[in-house]
């Protein structure tokens, strides 16, 4: 088996996207606790942090699982080679001025990140993630183009170290694609913390201030209004967060002419073989779930079909979480998509304070948990806003994609109370 990687192993997720974020993420978390620790009966005489040195451990950690992957590569007798590949055919891939020939073809690009047209932009200094990733001056203040998992994250973890926090989002509500009640209710804690929310707003310009210090940007509302009028703010550093794209040029696929759905992607079946015989696309560039976890999900069935084992992909339960402190984490349907499928459902909503290991570890501060179920009482949607979402969205993906009733999972969720109970309580 050949791999051919252009960069570092693990791609986006491991060495720019997931796993350096969470662990920033960490850090700031950890020294949230520390300022707040007295709530908890523990004296913290003064709270502080290391930038560089937070930096540094996040290179550390990215390090250290890039060379797990390459153990195991070794250890699964692949061969690795560095450099950029050029599809030829759906048999032949050429790299580095050599072309090599195989019977399968297992497409992984991922994605890259969307700068929009905005008028100025080519002339301004601005961060992606890539820059907030590796800084290690903190800047006095901070305008976030993008409130979505990207921006939130890098929003939380800045407006934790001190730094003044903007957030310009164009939809009506942050986190598009999460419910919508906990988003909001996400975003009106970070409020409380001094993070300034522009919602419903479009970044018009952007400009370097006179003495280079900073970015001046204009916004104005998205729908018309007479009364409202071009305003202007301005920020030491501007992060550009408005999304991501699948990439799928720049490396010969279009040579293959491989069928595309009606959004432009390329279309698979339900073993993630496009329309071409023994080529496969997993990950990203598939457009259904830019998530690390379904593209290992999607790569998995992929190989299962290369091999001959029965296997099929399925969507129905793919969990999100957003690292804020605290986390939100939603998996399947939310009210918006069930309305917008014709969906019958009823919502089961209840604080997370039904929950002993929340009220135990989380002083002073409240959640939400909330269960839609359709008309035969099946869970076909499951959000959570508190610590710790992360850890307990996935007994809801497990009813979910199991097609479980209500009473179905209040028998596999009662024997886990340290994480389950507050969906036993719910339902």
């Excluded at 195989?102 to 080519?122: A, Q, R």
């Excluded at 370097?208 to 729908?223: F, S």
């Excluded at 698979?268 to 990950?283: E, F, K, L, N, R």
């Excluded at 560039?285 to 830019?290: A, M």
Aim: hydrophobic fraction near 40%; include cysteine.
């Amino acid at each position: 088996m050949l791999l051919i990687e252009k960069n570092s192993l693990g791609g986006v997720c491991l060495n720019e996207g997931c796993i350096p974020t969470k662990t920033l993420l960490y850090s700031a978390k950890l020294y949230d606790s520390a300022r707040t620790a007295s709530k908890y009966a523990v004296n913290v005489s003064e709270a502080s942090f290391d930038l560089p040195k937070i930096i540094a451990r996040k290179n550390k950690v990215v390090r250290k699982l890039v060379l797990g992957i390459k153990a195991k590569m070794n250890s699964g007798n692949i061969t690795v080679l560095t450099g950029t590949a050029e599809i030829v055919d759906s048999r032949t891939v050429r790299c580095n001025g050599e072309a090599y020939q195989g019977e399968n073809l297992l497409v992984c690009t991922g994605s890259e990140t969307f700068i929009p047209p905005i008028p100025g932009i080519e002339s301004v200094p601005y961060w992606t993630h890539r820059e907030a990733l590796d800084n290690k001056e903190l800047p006095a203040s901070l305008v976030v183009v993008g409130g979505g998992v990207i921006g939130m994250e890098f929003a939380s973890f800045f407006n934790s170290l001190g730094v003044e926090v903007t957030v310009v989002e164009m939809m009506d509500e942050i986190l598009g694609g999460m419910d919508k009640e906990l988003s909001g209710l996400l975003r009106a804690e970070y409020a409380k913390r001094g993070v300034r929310f522009l919602l419903s707003t479009q970044v018009t310009g952007l400009a370097t201030l006179p003495d280079g210090e900073g970015v001046r940007y204009t916004y104005k509302p998205m729908q018309p209004d007479a009364s409202a009028s071009e305003e202007a703010g301005t920020a030491n550093v501007l992060l550009m967060s408005v999304g991501r794209r699948p990439v799928s040029k720049g490396f010969g696929l279009e040579n293959l002419h491989p069928a595309l759905t009606e959004r432009g992607q390329v279309k698979v079946d339900a073993h993630m073989q496009t329309s071409i015989p023994g080529v496969y696309v997993c990950g990203d560039v598939t457009g259904h779930s830019l998530l690390a976890h379904t593209a290992i999900r999607e790569a998995e069935v992929a190989v299962h079909a290369i091999l001959g084992k029965e296997d099929a992909m399925s969507y129905r339960a793919i969990p999100a979480v957003v690292y804020t402190n605290p986390e939100i984490a939603g998996v399947g349907e939310t009210e918006d998509t069930a309305l917008a499928k014709g969906l019958k459902y009823r919502v089961a909503e209840l604080p997370m304070a039904f929950s002993g290991r929340f009220v135990a570890e989380n002083e002073g501060v409240n959640g939400v948990c909330k269960v839609l179920l359709d008309e035969d009482e099946r869970v076909i949607g499951a959000h959570v806003l508190g610590n710790p979402a992360s850890e307990i969205i996935a007994l809801a993906a497990m009813a979910i994609e199991l097609r479980l009733t209500a009473a179905e999972w209040k028998k596999i969720v009662c024997p886990h109370p340290s994480v389950g109970e507050i969906f036993k309580e719910v339902i």
